[in-house]
């Protein structure tokens, strides 16, 4: 079993919304917290927002007041979304969902398959 799957990725025009989704299961849902990261073409991975075990989260600097990252625990799986508003084309990149997130440290062991998000008129 894939312990995260993400979806909800596509093509939207600029200014517009998307929300990704991320299933966790198995044990990495023990960790409580997860981040999402992202990856443009020629460009470093960068932290997208993460969520901690206490529902403390953080944001990257150039998604601030347009991202919100949100999380809920079902008996089965946990769901973490990211709903992104004002999208514009520096927002266009290849999304990834990781887990656990360590706030000021290194990514996670493990990761999604990723979700490609493209801003474009």
């Known amino acids: 079993q894939v312990p995260l799957v993400e979806s909800g990725g596509g093509l939207v025009q600029p200014g517009g919304s998307l929300r990704l989704s991320c299933r966790i299961s198995?044990?990495?849902?023990?960790?409580?917290?997860v981040a999402w990261y992202r990856q443009a073409p020629g460009k470093e991975r960068e932290l997208v927002a993460g969520?901690?075990?206490?529902?403390?989260?953080?944001?990257g600097d150039s998604v601030l007041g347009r991202f919100t990252i949100s999380r809920d625990i079902a008996e089965s799986a946990t769901t973490v979304e990211l709903q992104m508003n004002a999208l514009k084309s520096e927002d266009t990149a290849v999304y990834y969902c990781?887990?656990?997130?360590?706030?000021?440290?290194?990514?996670?062991?493990?990761w999604g398959q990723g979700t490609q998000v493209t801003v474009s008129s």
């Open positions: 198995g044990n990495v849902r023990r960790a409580g917290s």
């Open positions: 969520m901690s075990a206490t529902n403390t989260v953080v944001y």
């Open positions: 990781n887990a656990p997130y360590r706030p000021r440290g290194p990514p996670g062991e493990y």
